[in-house]
């Protein structure tokens, strides 16, 4: 089966085997277009009890879901939603129900899990995670679960996946459907603990240049990281009340073991989300604390320049006297006029200044 990312298309170079007929032309490019079968499916695995997967097509899925077989086997299908016939080929050969196609068609969402009898539905979202990006790159994962199959559809790449893929060739073994959901979501918490970790190095970084009174851009990159995390907070944390109603009324098919599986998982979610949340609120507090420090320098710089008015007031208001073109002008034939003056001026500044002195403290 090839990879669920950009470098399944084939590599420049391959020699390829010509196909006769317009149709498997069609069908060759469309392969090396998507990286799937003629279904649409990136990767399919049929898992049985005590067993790791075995690598599936499309074709030998469907037929395997038609048997009456009730063995404890499930199968797990992935498929790519950019694939023309991916969603032609659901319609048609899995009974899904139309729930699941809404949430195909909405598009990105926050992540849930919800029971829509008979089968779970679940969105799982991943994101590229960049300081001081304006936007994030999303990618989301629409889930169906039944006793014997679960369904994944994309339209891009998620690292989430690409762990549970690689999980899988490592033979790890699953005993249910739900066990690959619960491992999906604890690849959802990996990767929002992997956030926060980065997000409170950049936190430390600008803390430490607060303290140093290096306050140069701190305001905008704060601000950035903030809106980044409470986004990525709404996208990827699960709705609490799709999950608190699933964890106290389970459907009938799953085990006693999936909801205590799902139940931990869940609750890992919930103590990285209160670090994102404590996160949060600390880039909250450096906000109040760089603004005010700022405040403080603006009125500093106000002080300086009402000192500087104030002292130059008495200086300017006798020259403007002494400056008039009127006769009578005191102390022009005064040999000492120009030191009296300079005593009246330095007299009235210095009251200025005790008088202003007086005001700040």
């Known amino acids: 089966m090839l990879a669920d990312s950009a470098s399944a298309v084939a590599a420049p170079g391959r020699r390829t085997v010509a196909v006769s007929g317009a149709g498997s032309l069609k069908h060759a490019v469309a392969q090396g277009q998507y990286g799937a079968d003629q279904a649409g499916l990136i990767a399919g695995y049929r898992f049985i009890p005590g067993e790791p997967g075995r690598e599936i097509d499309s074709d030998t899925a469907a037929a395997w879901l038609a048997s009456a077989d009730e063995s404890g086997d499930f199968v797990w299908l992935h498929f790519n939603l950019a694939h023309a016939a991916c969603e032609r080929w659901l319609h048609s050969r899995l009974a899904l129900p139309e729930a699941f196609f809404e949430a195909v068609r909405a598009g990105p969402g926050s992540t849930r899990i919800e029971h829509v009898p008979p089968v779970l539905l679940a969105v799982i979202n991943d994101v590229?995670?960049?300081?001081?990006?304006?936007?994030?790159?999303?990618?989301?994962?629409?889930?169906?679960?039944?006793?014997?199959?679960?369904?994944?559809?994309?339209?891009?790449?998620?690292?989430?996946?690409?762990?549970?893929?690689?999980?899988?060739?490592?033979?790890?073994?699953?005993?249910?459907?739900?066990?690959?959901?619960?491992?999906?979501?604890?690849?959802?918490?990996?990767?929002?603990?992997q956030i926060v970790r980065e997000s409170a190095t950049q936190v430390d970084a600008i803390e430490d240049r607060l303290l140093a009174q290096r306050l140069h851009?701190?305001?905008?990159?704060?601000?950035?990281?903030?809106?980044?995390?409470?986004?990525?907070?709404?996208?990827?944390?699960?709705?609490?009340?799709?999950?608190?109603?699933?964890?106290?009324?389970?459907?009938?098919?799953?085990?006693?073991?999936?909801?205590?599986?799902?139940?931990?998982?869940?609750?890992?979610?919930?103590?990285?989300?209160?670090?994102?949340?404590?996160?949060?609120?600390?880039?909250?507090?450096?906000?109040?604390?760089?603004?005010?420090?700022?405040?403080?320098?603006?009125?500093?710089?106000?002080?300086?320049?009402?000192?500087?008015?104030?002292?130059?007031?008495?200086?300017?208001?006798?020259?403007?006297?002494?400056?008039?073109?009127?006769?009578?002008?005191?102390?022009?034939?005064?040999?000492?006029?120009?030191?009296?003056?300079?005593?009246?001026?330095?007299?009235?500044?210095?009251?200025?200044?005790?008088?202003?002195?007086?005001?700040?403290?």
């Open 128 to 193: 590229t995670f960049e300081f001081g990006a304006t936007t994030l790159e999303i990618a989301t994962l629409q889930v169906c679960a039944q006793r014997r199959l679960l369904v994944t559809t994309r339209a891009t790449p998620l690292r989430s996946v690409d762990r549970l893929r690689a999980a899988v060739k490592n033979r790890e073994r699953f005993h249910s459907p739900l066990a690959l959901l619960v491992h999906l979501l604890r690849d959802q918490a990996d990767v929002l603990m």
């Open 217 to 361: 851009d701190s305001r905008t990159e704060l601000a950035a990281l903030r809106r980044s995390l409470v986004r990525v907070q709404r996208l990827l944390a699960p709705e609490p009340g799709s999950l608190f109603r699933l964890l106290n009324r389970p459907p009938d098919w799953l085990r006693e073991r999936d909801v205590d599986e799902l139940r931990t998982a869940t609750e890992e979610c919930a103590l990285v989300l209160n670090d994102l949340h404590a996160l949060v609120e600390r880039i909250k507090l450096l906000q109040e604390e760089l603004a005010a420090t700022l405040n403080e320098q603006t009125n500093r710089t106000l002080f300086v320049l009402t000192m500087v008015t104030v002292l130059a007031l008495p200086i300017n208001i006798v020259a403007g006297f002494f400056g008039m073109n009127v006769g009578g002008v005191p102390l022009a034939d005064n040999p000492h006029g120009f030191w009296l003056l300079v005593a009246l001026v330095a007299g009235f500044t210095l009251l200025a200044a005790r008088w202003a002195f007086r005001k700040r403290s």
